[in-house]
């Protein structure tokens, strides 16, 4: 089993940048493929980008692809989500997810964090 706790989301305003981290512990934190999801107010869980076990693979959704990137290390156990150019439509609570099967743009994901606020003033 592993353990996420994300961290880093508050208040940015429009065009802005965050940096989301999201900590594992427990188990080796390598054998997971990782994901960040999001989640706005009266909205489906949504893809935003995913990552493999080692990093060389990524995968965003359209409308972050170009603005946002997600790496890892797995040396220090911690993914992370590099936000730019937010924009107010990408305010949300953002979760990180992880599976040992690889990444998918579904939610199937096994293991959650509790999730971080990131809002977006205009």
């Known amino acids: 089993q592993v353990q996420l706790v994300e961290s880093g989301g508050g208040l940015v305003q429009t065009g802005g940048s965050l940096r989301l981290s999201c900590a594992a512990s427990g188990d080796s934190f390598i054998a997971y493929a990782m994901a960040w999801f999001r989640q706005a107010p009266g909205k489906e869980r949504e893809f935003v980008a995913g990552?493999?076990?080692?990093?060389?693979?990524?995968y965003y959704s359209d409308s972050v692809r170009g603005r946002f990137t997600i790496s890892r290390e797995n040396a220090k156990n911690t993914g992370y989500l590099e936000m730019d150019s937010l924009k107010p439509e990408d305010e949300a609570i953002y979760y990180c997810a992880a599976d040992a099967r690889g990444v998918t743009l579904t939610s199937r994901y096994e293991y959650w964090g509790q999730g971080t606020q990131v809002t977006v003033s205009s």
């Open positions: 990552i493999d076990w080692s990093g060389r693979t990524t």
